[in-house]
């Protein structure tokens, strides 16, 4: 579980392992959109189709893990951060349950039938071919995408400029090998050295009274 300083393994195993899914789906389907009809491109697809399915069932452990989790402590930042922050990640949930779901209806409209990983049969959404429906899915899937690329720009960007501008945890404590940048406290601070004092020379001496010869001896 996560602490008020940093995300718990069960938040970051959820986190990263979503990110790889997501991106090694959308190098794929960018890749397989101009291969030639064959049983390769056949497969890709399958392949396509379970990755996007395996992104939906773990969206919806992570909204049930977040529940019970607690997040860390905010990291402070301007108030326009902040909500640039929550509007981005909003925004990238939607998208992490649009894509797989208007994949799915596409799927289904163009009368396919559809597997997770040759393992598990899933019902067709529209009960059959639906041409009307199938273009407004594939709209859906390709504009969604592309704002999905744009959202996760927008992330790791911010998230990088946290770490090498800004300087504080907000991408430290989501990485399982970095460490916390500790605060440097006060009294380790150097102080000021005071201006060193000019060496006065000691006061002379008062010469000694000489010994007057005694004229009587």
């Known amino acids: 579980m996560s602490d008020p300083n940093r995300w718990g393994l069960g938040a970051r195993t959820l986190h990263w392992t979503m990110a790889v899914l997501i991106i090694g789906a959308g190098i794929v389907g960018l890749y397989m959109s101009d291969l030639p009809n064959s049983p390769q491109k056949i497969r890709i697809y399958a392949l396509h189709k379970s990755v996007g399915l395996t992104v939906l069932a773990l969206l919806l452990l992570r909204v049930t893990w977040s529940l019970a989790d607690r997040r860390p402590v905010e990291v402070p930042m ?57 273009g407004v899915a594939h709209e859906l899937h390709e504009y969604g995408f592309w704002l999905l690329v744009l959202a996760l720009v927008a992330h790791a960007g911010a998230a990088l400029k946290h770490h090498i501008v800004d300087r504080d945890d907000t991408l430290v404590r989501m990485l399982p090998l970095l460490r916390r940048r500790a605060a440097v406290p006060t009294s380790a601070v150097p102080a000021v050295a005071a201006e060193p004092a000019i060496p006065t020379a000691p006061p002379a001496a008062a010469p000694a009274e000489s010994v007057k010869e005694n004229p009587n001896p």
């Open 78 to 134: 301007p108030p326009w951060q902040a909500m640039a922050a929550r509007t981005v990640h909003l925004l990238l949930y939607a998208l992490m349950l649009l894509l797989p779901l208007s994949g799915w209806l596409y799927n289904s409209a163009s009368g396919y039938p559809l597997q997770w990983f040759g393992l598990v049969n899933l019902p067709s959404l529209t009960g059959g071919p639906d041409p009307a429906l199938k």
